[in-house]
T-cell receptor, first 113, second 111 residues
Framework: EAQVTQNPRYLITVTGKKLTVTCSQN?????MSWYRQDPGLGLRQIYY???????DKGDVPEGYKVSRKEKRNFPLILESPSPNQTSLYFC????????????FGEGSRLTVL | KQEVTQIPAALSVPEGENLVLNCSFT??????LQWFRQDPGKGLTSLLL?????REQTSGRLNASLDKSSGRSTLYIAASQPGDSATYLC??????????FGTGTRLTVIP
C-alpha cells in the first residue's frame, strides 16, 4: 500500500531534549516536505527536499533541522525543543514538484513542556 | 505572496443536500490546485488535483473546478452524507516550491 509513515504519532517531551520525528515513504517520490499545523494559522511549511542530499527552508524553519540521506526517508530534528514548537506535524511527499499529487502522513502530535 | 482564502470557515447542511465549498487565491500564476479532506486529529487525504491547464476534475460525488483568471476554485459535493463531515482544505502550488494552504472549511452534514 502506498503510504507516508510518521513516527512517533504522539510525543510529550521537555524543553531542550533533542528529538527526531521520522518520515518514510514507499512511493519512490523525489519530493518530500514537513509542515506544522496550528489553530488559526493553518499549515505552514518547515523544510522541503527535492531529492537526496537536497534540502531547503520553507516558511518556518527556525528551530528545526532535516536530512535526506536516502530517497525514502526525511527525518525532522528538533535539536532543542521549546514550548512554541508544540504543534501537529505532517510529512508529505510527491513524485513531481509542483505538478504532482501530494500525499500526507497521519501526523505527529508533539507537546513540549 | 500568494494568499489562499476559504469561505465560509464552517458550514452545516442537512443530509442529502448538494453543496459548494469555495477557495480563492490572489496570484493566478499557479501550477496546480489540490483539494484535501482532514478528519479531526488525522492527516490530509487528497481528494482532487487540478492542473493549471485543466478546468475541472471529478471523482464520484465530488467535482472541483478551477478558474485561474478569477483566482477561484470550487468543490461541489453532491448528495451529502454524514460521512462527508470533515474539514476541507485547498492548496495551490505557486512559484518554485511554494505550496500555499487555505485555513479550511469545516463541514458538518446533519443526519
Amino acid at each position: 500500500e502506498a503510504q507516508v509513515t510518521q513516527n512517533p504519532r504522539y510525543l510529550i517531551t521537555v524543553t531542550g531534549k533533542k528529538l527526531t520525528v521520522t518520515c518514510s515513504q514507499n512511493m519512490n517520490h523525489e519530493y518530500m516536505s514537513w509542515y506544522r499545523q496550528d489553530p488559526g494559522l493553518g499549515l505552514r511549511q518547515i523544510y522541503y527536499s527535492m531529492n537526496v542530499e537536497v534540502t531547503d527552508k520553507g516558511d518556518v524553519p527556525e528551530g528545526y533541522k532535516v536530512s535526506r540521506k536516502e530517497k525514502r526517508n526525511f527525518p525532522l530534528i528538533l535539536e532543542s525543543p521549546s514550548p512554541n514548537q508544540t504543534s501537529l506535524y505532517f510529512c508529505a511527499s510527491s513524485f513531481l514538484l509542483n505538478t504532482g499529487e501530494l500525499f500526507f502522513g497521519e501526523g505527529s502530535r508533539l507537546t513540549v513542556l | 505572496k500568494q494568499e489562499v482564502t476559504q469561505i465560509p470557515a464552517a458550514l452545516s447542511v442537512p443530509e442529502g443536500e448538494n453543496l459548494v465549498l469555495n477557495c480563492s487565491f490572489t496570484d493566478s500564476a499557479i501550477y496546480n490546485l489540490q483539494w484535501f479532506r482532514q478528519d479531526p486529529g488525522k492527516g490530509l487525504t487528497s481528494l482532487l488535483l487540478i492542473q493549471s491547464s485543466q478546468r475541472e476534475q471529478t471523482s464520484g460525488r465530488l467535482n472541483a473546478s478551477l478558474d485561474k483568471s478569477s483566482g477561484r476554485s470550487t468543490l461541489y459535493i453532491a448528495a451529502s452524507q454524514p460521512g462527508d463531515s470533515a474539514t476541507y482544505l485547498c492548496a495551490v502550488w505557486s512559484g518554485a516550491n511554494n505550496l500555499f494552504f487555505g485555513t479550511g472549511t469545516r463541514l458538518t452534514v446533519i443526519p
